[in-house]
């Protein structure tokens, strides 16, 4: 079985990180891939956030089923939450560099069974270079902080809030993270 390779909490809501479930070359051709794809400024954290979007390109959800990185998410929904079947709503991914604004927000509300499979994709990412995603509390205090490790798997409860941080003024690459929404069936 797949195990995470740790676990946290946000005010009572999991967070699981997953790495080693793809290999560098499967990330790496990903990343290259999304080096050439066509992404769109229309992407907004939240509905007061219209005058800050960011870069997203959507897949098509018939899509998913054909890439490399969905049995990959499946295999960590089982570990993390056994028992229990989630089925994909939207794909897509984001896109950040350096200067650009990316602000806190949920994705399901309190109470819905949602979670987020957030997938970490670069060739290689230094430390010096930022771009961690923040969880904050309830009372918007940051609780944890995830490095983008490439081709970590970040699953989470989607409604806890959270903010994917862009790259700092030394990075030369987009931070990419291909995002699987996910509702309890």
Known sequence: MTAPTRTAAVNGREVFVFDGLTTLEDTTRYFVALSQASFTRTE?????????????????????????????????????????????????????????????????????????ALWFIAEHWDTEWGGETLFYDDAGDAQLAVSPKPGRLLLFDGAIRHAGKPPNRNCNVARYTFAIKLRAV
């Open 44 to 116: 907004k954290a939240r509905p007061d956030s219209d005058e800050f979007r960011h870069w997203v390109c959507e897949m098509p959800l018939e899509n998913l089923p054909r890439i490399s990185l969905w049995p990959a998410t499946q295999a960590a929904m089982a570990s993390a939450r056994p028992g229990e079947q989630f089925a994909p709503y939207r794909v897509y991914t984001n896109l950040a560099s350096f200067g650009d604004t990316l602000l806190t927000h949920v994705d399901a509300l309190p109470g819905k069974r949602e979670l987020t």
